[in-house]
């Protein structure tokens, strides 16, 4: 969410000229797409380091994934 952050705070401003929310969402795009191409191991790990020290439950990302807002039809 740090990467999206600083260009949820500009596009807020009601003084926010497009060339430079233009730049802000290509930078975006280029950090996000770094993460899902290199980050996302780090990131687990830093998740699941922050959830070890608040007694949070880690969910386990490789399990098997049921939405309980929908009634189940026979799900594997």
């Known amino acids: 969410m740090g990467i999206t952050n600083e260009l949820s705070i500009a596009l807020q401003k009601k ?3 497009i ?3 233009i730049a802000l969402v290509q930078m ?12 996302w191991d780090s990131l687990l790990a830093e998740m699941s380091s922050f ?3 608040h007694n949070i439950p880690f969910p386990n990302m490789s ?7 929908r009634p189940q039809r ?3």
């Open 28 to 39: 975006s795009k280029q950090r996000l797409q770094m993460m899902r191409d290199d980050g």
């Open 51 to 53: 959830c070890n020290n």
């Open 63 to 69: 399990g098997m994934f049921v939405s309980s807002d």
């Open 15 to 17: 003084t926010q000229d």
């Open 74 to 76: 026979k799900a594997p």
């Open 19 to 21: 060339v430079n929310a």
